[in-house]
C-alpha cells in the first residue's frame, strides 16, 4: 500500500507554516527522500507524520496509509516505524531483549526467540542477542535498531537523517542495507537528508522544501 500525502503543512502556534504543501505518494517498496535547508521544518514534517509533533505546531492535510488518515490516529495506532540520527537502542537491555521489544505481544515464548534470532542473523549479528547495546560498533547499532523497527511490522518508515553519523563506507553500506529492507518488505519509506548521495541511492522521488 502506498503512502499518500496531500497538502501537508505544518504551522507554529505564532506564525506562518514552515514549508509550502506538500503532496506525495511513497509507492510500496519505495523510498522518497525530503531535502532542503536546516530549520525548514524536514525534521518536524516526519514527526506529524508519525504523530510526535511537538506541542505549539499544528499540521493540516492528509497523510492516508492502509485506506487510514495517519493524522487522525494517536501515534501507537499508525504503524509508522522511525529510523533516528542515532540508532538508539535501551541502553538497560540487552541486544536481543532491544529487538524484542518491538514484537507485538501476542508473540511469545519459542516464537519470539525465534523471530529475534532470525532477525538478528539477517542483520549478520547472530549470536549477539546477550550483548550489552554499548558494545555494538555504529554500523552493528544501525542495524540493529533497523531490525527491531522491522519487528513491530510498520506498514511505513520515516528516517531522518540516519546515515548522517556513519563514515562514508560504512554509510553506503548500511543504507544499501536499510533500503534493501524497505524494498523486501514491500512498504513505502520517507527520508530525510541533506545528503545528494543519499537521494541518489534510494532512486525514489525527490522533493526540496
Do not use: W
Not at 42 to 70: C, E, M, P, R, Y
Not at 133 to 148: D, E, I, K, V, Y
Not at 151 to 160: E, G, H, M, Q
Amino acid at each position: 500500500m502506498s503512502l499518500n500525502l496531500t497538502q501537508i503543512a505544518v504551522t507554529p502556534k505564532a506564525g506562518r507554516p514552515l514549508f509550502a504543501p506538500l503532496t506525495l505518494v511513497i509507492s510500496p517498496g519505495q523510498v522518497a527522500t525530503v531535502m532542503g535547508p536546516s530549520g525548514i521544518g524536514k525534521s518536524t514534517l516526519l514527526d506529524a507524520i508519525g504523530g510526535h509533533l511537538a506541542q505549539g505546531f499544528s499540521v493540516s492535510g492528509q497523510a492516508v496509509l492502509n485506506g487510514q488518515d495517519l493524522l487522525t490516529l494517536p501515534a501507537e495506532a499508525r504503524r509508522v516505524g522511525v529510523l533516528f540520527q542515532d540508532a538508539l537502542l535501551f541502553p538497560h537491555l540487552s541486544v536481543g531483549d532491544n529487538l524484542a521489544f518491538g514484537l507485538a505481544q501476542s508473540v511469545t515464548g519459542r516464537a519470539r526467540k525465534e523471530a529475534v534470532d532470525q532477525a538478528l542473523e539477517q542483520a549478520g549479528l547472530a549470536g549477539f542477542a546477550a550483548r550489552d547495546p554499548a558494545t555494538l560498533s555504529g554500523g552493528q547499532r544501525a542495524r540493529a535498531a533497523l531490525m527491531r523497527a522491522l519487528l513491530a511490522k510498520p506498514l511505513a518508515l520515516l528516517l531522518d537523517e540516519p546515515f548522517s553519523r556513519l563514515d562514508a563506507d560504512l554509510r553506503a553500506e548500511i543504507r544499501r542495507f536499510v533500503f534493501d529492507h524497505v524494498r523486501a518488505q514491500n512498504i513505502p519509506a520517507l527520508m530525510v537528508t541533506h545528503d545528494a548521495s543519499d537521494a541518489d541511492a534510494a532512486g525514489g522521488p525527490v522533493v526540496t522544501l
